[in-house]
């Protein structure tokens, strides 16, 4: 789910990403050493195209929710992309790019599949081992004191599992987004689970920030986020009814990139 090197916490597709950039780059470059074209300069102009259009796409998608709060347009660390889109978008800039510079044909095409490769394996790899670990069976419990099962108590529903501390600046700040979607999404079970604070610290928080949020579970050893590989908060997962991890979401959301990811459950 996410990979820490010393201060640095990257989600896993992040680090995919970087991976196959990486390798496309390195192959390139060892491929026209001795060519006058640069080829690390048309990778780039891939690469940016591709993550402009996605970009795009998924701003106007949800464009109310960006005219609302312009700023938000250039914090793509919310995650707002449209992975489709940045796909071919990058594959027409390739066809031009090929075109425009025949000489470079074979070395580019070989660099660019390369790339694209590593990240589809890579990509594959990480959904399967998602998949075969799952949610692991824990034994939580709730501002009451009462045990609960997860993900037991919850079988046969859509799951939104939010890892989260009162500490935690950008969990605070999406606290209310979550409420929110509780009541716009009612066929889903939103559990906020709260990683090694008391009960009475967070009950004390949520009465500070008036805040009425359906499940709230405590995790006192933060077990939950050591069992699914989350070295950083907030860590969201998005589980269909029968189980299987739809996606993770490793920092801050916005309105935009939650809902993005509730509708990938229906």
């Known amino acids: 789910m996410s990979v820490t090197f010393g201060p640095f916490t990257f989600a896993t597709h992040h680090l995919i990403f970087f991976i196959s950039c990486a390798t496309a780059f390195l192959l390139g470059w060892l491929l026209s050493r001795r060519q006058a074209y640069g080829m690390g300069d048309i990778l780039f102009r891939i690469i940016a195209v591709g993550l402009i259009s996605a970009r795009l796409v998924f701003v106007i998608k949800y464009y109310d929710v960006y005219l609302s709060a312009p700023w938000q347009l250039i914090n793509i660390r919310d995650g707002g992309f449209s992975l489709s889109t940045g796909i071919i978008a990058g594959i027409l800039w390739t066809g ?18 390369s790339g694209l490769f590593v990240a589809v ?13 799952g949610l692991p069976a824990l034994a939580l419990t709730n501002l009451e004191g009462h045990a609960r099962e997860l993900p037991a108590d919850f079988a046969g529903q859509p799951l939104v599992i939010n890892l989260w501390a009162s500490w935690c600046p950008p969990c605070v700040r999406e606290m209310p987004l979550l409420e929110q979607a509780s009541t716009d ?3 889903v079970a939103f559990i906020t689970v709260n990683q090694g604070e008391g009960s009475g610290t967070v009950e004390q928080f949520l009465q500070q920030q008036q805040l009425t949020l359906p499940h709230v579970l405590l995790d006192a050893n933060a077990e939950l986020g050591q069992a699914v590989g989350s070295h950083a908060l907030p860590t969201t997962l998005f589980l269909h009814s029968d189980g299987r991890v739809s996606y993770t979401h490793i920092g801050e959301f916005n309105t935009a990139t939650l809902e993005n990811a509730l509708r990938r459950l229906e």
Do not use: C, D, F, G
Not at 96 to 113: G, S
Not at 121 to 133: A, D, E, G, P
């Open 185 to 187: 999404w009612p066929e």
């Open 121 to 133: 394996v890579l990509t594959n790899v990480s959904q399967y081992y998602q998949q075969q670990t």
């Open 96 to 113: 031009w790019e090929l075109y425009r510079l025949p000489q470079a044909k074979l070395r580019l095409a070989t660099a660019a599949l």
